[in-house]
């Protein structure tokens, strides 16, 4: 290799190295901020690295499994109250009064946004529902137990979202 | 070792070699495409979970890897081109930017109308959403640097550089499922592990993805070659080529 192409190799290599370490330095400082939505647990305890609990009357997003049984509807309006859980034991109580999207069932993860009215309970103005990375006929989910039958609820758990 | 290859490096061989190139990529790609796409949308089961819904992804997952396969061909090219100055290399990476731009429009489009219905919104400012949208303007910033400079040396040496500076976005498209909590749906195909889908769909899937690449490859090479043409146009083999080919 001539000195003027290991010359340019070498700033080429130094750019993308450069533009690599600005990149991460700036995701690293940005890591919390990133995340779409705070988990159960995050709420009722703070974030595990850095302890920040958001406030209430805060606009948040919170992420988790929609507890089963926990489903309140009323009867006369579209106003449902359910809680929402994750792995480490975290619940809060959401509340919603419009249209839950059509994959909303007990056991889903779902992503609600809305203000935190008090601790532990969020009033949501958007409610969506989060799917896992698994893709499986339905013979084959109703033999390993994860049927998902809109209305009938399953008991079977599946993990917890994240 | 790699001096073979160097001799691609001149125009006219770059030009015949694609030629020879084209039609394989070509019924390759439809023969690939169209397997794929039957055998996904017609014979696949459906999903225990989402439906039929859940088809598009016989498009939008395809689309959306060839987005950051393309992007990373694009950058390898102008990285030749501008380490060892060769300008064959910075045609293919003028070439393949439009068609990357297209590819990921269509991965984020597909991404868009599959969410309306699953997650319940077209959009959310989800981390692998951003991302795939950020791809999008890099692959505009190319394909616009390299169109505002007259001089073509001058105008692949800047859209090269965004080209590889950009590099830096693809592991975060990549990982962003895996680093921060987001909407999106993990990885379902995993390289290293079993991948959490049902081999039924699994299979169209996987041919859908060579199929959508090795249709980037032939609309590349088509694009390739007209470039070819059009930083050319004033060598004889050229004008013999158009001669021949009867225009005036």
Do not use: C
Not at chain 1, 91 to 102: A, F, G, K, Q, S
Not at chain 1, 111 to 132: C, F, M, N, P, R
Not at chain 2, 12 to 38: D, H, M, Q
């Amino acid at each position: 290799m001539n000195p003027r192409r290991k010359k340019r190799l070498a700033l080429a290599v130094a750019l993308i190295g450069g533009v690599a370490a600005v990149a991460s330095l700036l995701l690293y400082a940005l890591n919390s901020n990133l995340n779409l939505f705070y988990t159960p647990t995050e709420i009722t305890q703070g974030k595990s690295d850095t302890g920040v609990k958001p406030e209430v009357g805060q606009r948040i997003r919170v992420g988790g499994m929609v507890t089963i049984g926990s489903m309140n509807r009323d009867p006369d309006s579209l106003y449902v109250e359910f809680a929402v859980h994750d792995s480490l034991g975290g619940e809060i109580v959401v509340t919603y009064d419009d249209l839950l999207p059509d994959l909303f069932r007990e056991g889903q993860g779902i992503v609600a946004q809305g203000v935190l009215i008090e601790s532990g309970k969020l009033e949501a103005t958007e409610v969506l529902a989060k799917h896992d990375e698994n893709y499986m006929p339905p013979e084959v989910a109703e033999a390993m137990g994860q049927t998902h039958e809109k209305l009938d609820y399953s008991e079977t758990q599946s993990e917890a979202a994240n | 070792m790699w001096k073979w290859l160097h001799s691609y490096a001149d125009p006219e061989k770059a030009y015949n070699l694609s030629s020879k190139l084209l039609p394989w990529f070509s019924l390759l790609a439809l023969l690939f495409i169209s397997v794929g796409t039957i055998w996904g949308l017609m014979f696949a089961p459906t999903d225990y979970q989402q439906g039929d819904s859940y088809r598009i992804i016989f498009i939008h997952v395809p689309a959306a890897s060839m987005s950051m396969a393309a992007y990373m061909g694009m950058a390898t090219a102008a990285f030749i081109g501008l380490v060892w100055q060769i300008k064959a290399a910075d045609w293919v990476a003028a070439s393949i930017a439009p068609i990357g731009a297209v590819i990921t429009f269509i991965a984020l489009f597909t991404g868009a109308t599959w969410g309306k219905p699953m997650w319940g919104t077209w959009w959310v400012w989800d981390a692998r959403l951003t991302a795939e949208l950020v791809l999008l303007f890099l692959y505009l910033g190319v394909i616009s640097l390299y169109a505002s400079f007259e001089d073509k040396v001058l105008a692949a040496r800047a859209a090269g550089i965004l080209a590889i500076v950009g590099v830096i976005n693809i592991p975060i498209i990549k990982y962003s499922v895996d680093w921060w909590s987001s909407l999106h749906q993990p990885s379902t195909i995993k390289i290293t592990e079993k991948s959490s889908m049902s081999s039924e769909m699994l299979y169209p899937l996987l041919i859908n993805i060579v199929g959508f690449g090795l249709m980037i490859g032939a609309i590349t090479i088509v694009r390739f070659k007209s470039e070819i043409l059009a930083r050319n146009g004033m060598r004889p083999w050229v004008r013999a080529l158009a001669k021949q080919e009867g225009v005036s």
